[in-house]
């Protein structure tokens, strides 16, 4: 069965009242529909999910469609649990034509970008003859842990695509959902078929060019960065990454990971760990560090603020605040003992009035977290971190961002 023809707006949005005021249905948080990546040797096996358009806290109308075409094809929704993914069919399809008929002809450029992927599906399962089941509609009810391939790329979307704010969203357990996989390109390959068929494929020269293996694929493999990005290697920004527009990520010792990334434009020359957060303006230098989550910063995610230097080489496990310089070289970590004299401890006051510390030569590098306008240096005569009130500016070459 299918939806009967709408051939109105009106009616379109008395059919969408009545989709919605079924019982126990459910607005979800997030939905899409993706085509997945199957595993070569278990087509159960889920490797991969690509999402054209992700839908975070929007469109519901649509959401009511793709539930109702569901409903309509002989799949029973469950609303009961966080998240439902199910396989396309072409009654599904069919039915979703048939529900979004009054938009049919505007579905183009920006406009309808739900209805212009069932007009593509339409045509690739009508006209073209593909396989339905490589295609799945994924809907999140409430943001829980991931339980499945598809809600994890569904977030990871949500984030690189700045729908939802880093730090902002529940990843646990999606690393224990998602398989280390051989990447070839934007192509996910089983190990176990490598294995498998390893003599064959190097025999007959078709052994593929393996560019990584991992659970995370990289970012450019299903993001389109805006006009004034830079990212100068691919494999330098995972998967769930977020950059600003006017962010430059450089080859050599860059990397950001998912969950991380930056609010402005930023040069990036270093490491920007996971859940880590870099402010408009400030410069990671080349082979900097700033630590993650599980790598010595006790489980608080770090954020650095706007127009900060990290130096090369140096490595930041606090957060920092706007108008900062850690010194090439120069660890800041929690436990970091760092001098400060009295009359660089007024300025560094006068900086920050609401900081309540007491005054002291030394503080531990905690103690002087998320401050603005400090300037970390490591005195040459004696070896000692030592802490001024920061005098020079930030700023980054327009030109270049």
Known sequence: MVIDKIESVEEFKNFIEEVESQEGYRKPLAFGICRIDRGQLNTEKILQATYPVVNWSE???????????????????????????????????????NAFA????????????????????????????????NYRVTFLWADEAPKSVEAVYLKLYALSLAKVELRSINLNGAFGVLENVAWSGNMPIELAWLRENEITLKLDGMYPEITAVDKFPRYLAHIIPADNTRI????????????????????????????????????????????????????????????????GTDGNPI??????????????????????????????????????SDKELQKIKEANPEWKAQDKKVYKGRELAGLNGIHFRRDSTTGKVVAFRSTREVKLNEELH
């Not at 959401?63 to 009961?80: H, R």
């Not at 998240?83 to 069919?89: A, G, T």
């Open 102 to 133: 009054p938009f049919l002809s505007e579905a183009q450029g920006d406009a309808h970008k739900n209805v212009q992927v069932i007009k593509h599906l339409n045509e690739l399962f009508l006209s073209q003859g593909v396989d339905s089941s």
């Open 303 to 340: 954020s650095v603020g706007q127009n900060t230097l990290l130096g090369a080489n140096s490595v930041t496990g606090i957060p920092l605040g706007d108008g900062c310089i850690v010194d090439a070289g120069v660890a800041i970590l929690e436990g970091t003992k760092v001098a400060i």
């Open 59 to 97: 469109n519901y109308g649509s959401a009511a469609v793709f539930i109702a075409s569901l409903q309509k094809s002989g799949v029973k929704v469950d609303f009961s649990g966080s998240e439902f993914s199910v396989d396309l069919n072409i009654d599904f399809i069919k039915s979703a034509m």
């Open 232 to 295: 100068l290697d691919s494999a330098k920004v995972r998967m769930g990454a977020q950059l600003s527009p006017g962010t430059t990520v450089m080859p050599g010792a860059s990397y950001i990971n998912f969950n991380a990334g930056t609010t402005g434009p930023v040069m990036v020359e270093g490491r920007i760990s996971s859940s880590a957060i870099v402010g408009s303006g400030s410069d990671v230098g080349g082979g900097a560090s700033i630590l993650g989550v599980l790598s």
